[in-house]
């Protein structure tokens, strides 16, 4: 059986965002079951306002796992379909995925990302990145590990079929996560943030394990892709998406500078280089809102997608998933 998961746990945010997710999700898939991981509090409300019905399996995400690390190092714990999709819940889904479960099933896991990890991944950011390109940090830690490459993998969208696999991946990664000290990872606790990260560890143990990351980029038909303001025209809705993905990779890595007016000047004039200026029109299966700048039209989503299915079930709806998500189904 195919199925997705997500997990969620504190605040009631996060849990409209993944009730969002799925509802996005429901536009285009309605026969897929979906499993959500969260705490007491969470699946208390979702009962109490008959909103559990989204969810074909709904389990008390243990207080041990109720972090990043915590969680998708331990996937294994929380598989509850033999061919298991775990998906963060700032996702939504554009097209329909049918392809996409298509292509995963050449993979016994994987995870989307690139197939070589920069110096920003899981580096130090400002100039201290470039110091440890000058000591080539980088190849001393893939040396001490007896490994060849280090894959990015964006952790948004992880596909798990072999058991087995996922076990051993898990293993590695906890095990790369004990030794950060002896590679050139910096701790995300260290910036301020609240959690540590799981995807430089993840890495490091498919590389360890011979495995291939499932690219983000495909062209037209990409599993997923960030949401950047500028880079992606849209509806209110989000039922009609394309995002504008340069083919150079320079260029194209210019959509992560912070200021619009000087990014966009930097894109028009690299652009204008012979060669540099192809670019294409993507709708990806799915749209991630990952950087915390650009999370606002998802967090406006999710709250109008909440209260319609708050709604629905005010105005006497019986909790199906059907009538909950049939004004939610895309125009295309």
Not at 166 to 181: E, G, P, Q, Y
Request: aromatic share 12%; charged share 30%; hydrophobic share 40%.
């Amino acid at each position: 059986m195919e199925g997705y998961v997500l997990h969620t746990y504190g605040k009631e945010d996060y849990l409209r965002h993944a009730v969002a997710s799925v509802l996005t999700l429901r536009r285009y898939d309605t026969s897929r079951p979906v499993a959500l991981y969260a705490d007491e509090e969470q699946i208390a409300l979702l009962k109490s306002l008959r909103l559990d019905s989204l969810f074909s399996v709904l389990e008390v995400l243990p207080e041990s796992h109720r972090s990043i690390v915590g969680f998708k190092h331990h996937l294994e714990k929380f598989k509850p379909f033999e061919r298991s999709l775990f998906v963060d819940s700032d996702i939504v889904w554009c097209r329909d995925p049918d392809p996409l479960w298509t292509k995963l099933k050449a993979y016994k896991f994987t995870a989307t990302g690139l197939h070589k990890a920069d110096f920003w991944f899981g580096g130090p950011k400002g100039f201290a990145n470039l110091w440890d390109r000058l000591l080539d940090r980088r190849r001393r830690t893939i040396r001490r590990f007896g490994l060849t490459y280090l894959p990015r993998v964006q952790a948004g969208m992880i596909y798990a079929a072999d058991d087995t696999r996922t076990s051993d991946v898990m293993t590695a990664a906890r095990d790369f996560l004990s030794r950060s000290a002896d590679t050139h990872f910096r701790s995300r606790l260290d910036e301020g943030r609240s959690e540590e990260s799981c995807e430089w560890s993840l890495a490091m143990g498919m590389s360890y394990l011979d495995l291939p990351v499932f690219d983000w980029f495909q062209g037209q038909d990409s599993p997923q892709l960030d949401f950047i303001e500028g880079f992606v025209e849209h509806d209110e809705d989000f039922k009609q998406v394309r995002c504008r993905h340069y083919a150079d990779e320079f260029v194209h890595g210019l959509r992560g500078l912070p200021g619009h007016s000087v990014r966009d000047a930097l894109v028009r004039l690299f652009s204008s280089f012979p060669g540099r200026g192809d670019f294409m029109w993507v709708t990806p299966h799915a749209l991630h809102f990952g950087w915390m700048h650009h999370k606002q039209p998802f967090y406006d989503l999710s709250d109008r997608l909440w209260d319609l299915a708050l709604k629905n079930e005010l105005a006497g709806g019986d909790g199906e998933q059907e009538d909950v998500s049939l004004s939610l189904t895309s125009d295309s």
